[in-house]
């Protein structure tokens, strides 16, 4: 195949990327969602969702050790993590780093998304086996409702948080969240750009507000999302989060304790995008 693109469908966006397709390695579809796997030649393997690139093999770790690497370094001994979301399993891969982490459970709605990551992007998927790690098929927004201080660590990796998802942003969500993790726990989640969706960067920081005593805004250029300059809410019951809590270990490509502090933004900037002050 030459000269093939694949052209995304983001309604959340006002741009469309258009990637290089050499091969339509599956398609098929879930009781909840398109389901796609593409052969680029830039960026290797494309898992897309509804129309949507969600991951792919040469720049996911820039997702997904920014999403979770800087909640459990924040936490000086995370034991018990909750994820929502994250079928395609690179979130689980970097908590399973962690030495502390006795057990992880991955909350995913749709099991097809597990299977088909299983089968494509090995390796993504491959914490999927670990003893550590428990999944469970079930809606997130349902299941986090059953716990009180169970977790040390929850964690977010949902689809963009509008449309169905757009109950994980929720204050009656951040809610559930407080009561099911233990007193001193963690919180965070992606939450879009801030160039095209600062509207809800700041809706989800003020929800958050009003749960946590700590919350605070951290980020990491994606290249494969519309915007690149991908933020993530973070809100913790106890500990501060702009530094490391503990020495820095997992073996990772992008993350380390200099770029968990430069992923903050200026608090200064920051103020100004929680007082509306930051426009385009």
Known sequence: MRDVFFIERDPYAPIRHCYPVSKVLYEGKSEYQEIMVLESPEFGKLLVLDGVVQVDEKYEFMYHEYLAHIPMYAHPN???????????????????????????????????????????????????????????????????????????????????????????????????????????????????????????????????????????????????????????????????VREPAREVKAETKIYSADMHRHAFLPESFYRRIMEGEYKY
């Not at 079928?87 to 982490?101: A, C, I, N, Q, Y």
């Not at 993790?181 to 939450?191: F, N």
Request: with cysteine; hydrophobic share 40%.
């Open 78 to 240: 995370p034991e018990d993590v909750l994820i929502i979301g994250g079928g395609d399993g690179g979130t689980l891969r970097e908590v399973l780093k962690h030495e502390s982490v006795k057990r992880a459970v991955l909350v995913d709605i749709d099991k097809e998304v597990i299977e088909v990551s299983k089968k494509y992007f090995p390796t993504m998927s491959c914490s999927f086996e670990d003893p550590r790690a428990i999944v469970v098929n079930e809606d997130g927004y349902r299941y986090i409702q059953d716990y009180e201080g169970e977790f040390d660590v929850i964690i977010i990796d949902s689809t963009d948080p509008v449309g169905f998802a757009h109950v994980l942003t929720t204050e009656d969500f951040f809610k559930f969240v407080y009561r099911a993790l233990k007193e001193d726990g963690i919180y965070a989640a992606q939450t879009e750009s801030i160039h095209y969706h600062l509207d809800i960067v700041a809706r989800i920081q003020k929800a958050l507000k009003k749960v946590f005593p700590v919350v605070d805004l951290y980020t990491s250029v994606i290249p494969i999302y519309a915007g690149y300059w991908w933020t993530f809410s973070i809100a913790s019951k106890k500990y501060p």
